[in-house]
C-alpha cells in the first residue's frame, strides 16, 4: 500500500490542516419569533430553547446572541387571530408591532443583518401563503399585497427580505417596488426551493400559522423534484435574487449541491424547525449526543454547498464553539 489516506487522519494538527469545510457563527442566521405584547418568553413545545418574545424581552436576548457572535437574524411573527383577515391586512399595518420590532432591533443594533418572512400565512384567516377565492390560492392578485408588506418592511429599516410563498414573479415585482422606492440596498433572499415539506409541524405550532384547509402543495414543490429547483433558481437569479434558498435542508443536500454548482450569487439553507426538533427529542431521550449531533448536521449543509444556514441551534453552536 503506497496510499494510506489514514495518515492525513493521524493526529489532530494534521487532521486541522486537511480540514476542507469550516463553519462559523459567521454563516448562521438565527430564527426569532416575536408577538404582541410585554414580558412575554413562551417556550415553544416542539423547539425546547426556542421561545415567543415580546419586544422587551426580545431586545436583551438579541444582544447576548450578539455578544456570542451572532450577527444576523430572520424575525418571524406571531398575530393574534382577531387581527388576521382574508387580506393580511394587518401585515402592512401602521401599528403593527413587527414592523416595530424590526425598527427597535435595527435602532439598537445597527451593524446586524435582520431578514423578514414576505408571506401571508401569519396574518392570513385562511392560513395560506396567498389570496384564497373559492379555495382557489390565487398567484398574481397576491403580488399587490406582498409589496405593501415589503415596503413596510423596508420602511421599518430591514436589511433582507426573505419572499417565502413559493409562488411565481415574486421577486421581480418586489424588486421593481424595492428600486422605485428608493430602496436599492434592501437585499432579497429568495425561498427558491422550498418543499411541501413535513417537517414544518413545529413551526406552524409556534406561529398557529397551519392552513386552515387544504394544504400549500400547488405552490410549495414536490420533494421528489430536483430539475424544478433548477428552474426555479434560475427565474428568481434573473429577477433579480441576491442570494437562493433551499429549504428544508437535510433531506434536500443534493438540491443545495446543485444550485451551488449552476448559480454564482450565494446559497443558503434553512434548517428547519422539525429537522432541529428530531434532534432535540432524540437528545433528550438520551439516544444522541446534542452538540455533536446538531454540529454534523450543520457541517453536512455548509459541505454541501451552503454559504449561510438559517438555524435554531445558531445559539446553542455559538456557546459551543466559544467553549
Ligand atoms: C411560510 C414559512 C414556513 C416556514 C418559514 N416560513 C412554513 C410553512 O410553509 O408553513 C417554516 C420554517 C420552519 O419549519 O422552521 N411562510
Not at 94 to 112: G, M, T, V
Amino acid at each position: 500500500m503506497n496510499i494510506r489516506p489514514r495518515r492525513n487522519r493521524k493526529n489532530s494538527v494534521i487532521r486541522a490542516m486537511v480540514e476542507e469545510t469550516k463553519l462559523g457563527t459567521e454563516n448562521l442566521i438565527y430564527p426569532l419569533f416575536v408577538e404582541d405584547g410585554k414580558a412575554i418568553k413562551t417556550e415553544i413545545k416542539s423547539l425546547p430553547g426556542n421561545y415567543r418574545w415580546s419586544i422587551d424581552t426580545l431586545l436583551p436576548e438579541v444582544e447576548s446572541c450578539i455578544d456570542l457572535g451572532i450577527n444576523s437574524f430572520v424575525l418571524f411573527p406571531a398575530i393574534q387571530e382577531s387581527l388576521k383577515d382574508t387580506e393580511a391586512s394587518y401585515s402592512y399595518a401602521n401599528d403593527n408591532f413587527y414592523l416595530d420590532a424590526i425598527r427597535k432591533i435595527k435602532d439598537e443594533f445597527p451593524h446586524i443583518s435582520l431578514m423578514s418572512d414576505v408571506a401571508m400565512d401569519p396574518y392570513s384567516s385562511d392560513g395560506h401563503d396567498g389570496l384564497v377565492k373559492n379555495g382557489i390560492v390565487l398567484n398574481d392578485e397576491t403580488l399587490p399585497i406582498l409589496g405593501q408588506m415589503s415596503l413596510a418592511q423596508a420602511q421599518a429599516g430591514i436589511d433582507i427580505l426573505g419572499p417565502s410563498d413559493m409562488m411565481d414573479g415574486r421577486v421581480g415585482y418586489l424588486r421593481d417596488v424595492l428600486d422605485i422606492n428608493d430602496y436599492k440596498d434592501v437585499s432579497i433572499m429568495s425561498y427558491s426551493a422550498k418543499y411541501a415539506s413535513a417537517f414544518y409541524g413545529p413551526f406552524r405550532d409556534a406561529l398557529d400559522s397551519a392552513p386552515k384547509s387544504g394544504d400549500k402543495k400547488s405552490y410549495q414543490m414536490n420533494p421528489a423534484n430536483k430539475r424544478e429547483a433548477l428552474l426555479e433558481a434560475q427565474l428568481d437569479f434573473e429577477e433579480g435574487a441576491d442570494m437562493l434558498m433551499v429549504k428544508p435542508a437535510t433531506c434536500y443536500l443534493d438540491v443545495i449541491h446543485i444550485l451551488k454548482e449552476n448559480f454564482e450569487i450565494p446559497i443558503t439553507a434553512y434548517n428547519v424547525s422539525g429537522e432541529c426538533a428530531m434532534i432535540y427529542a432524540a437528545s433528550q431521550n438520551g439516544w444522541l449526543d446534542y452538540n455533536a449531533a446538531m454540529s454534523e448536521m450543520l457541517l453536512s449543509i455548509r459541505r454541501a454547498g451552503a454559504d449561510g444556514i438559517l438555524t435554531y441551534f445558531a445559539k446553542d453552536f455559538a456557546n459551543l464553539v466559544k467553549k
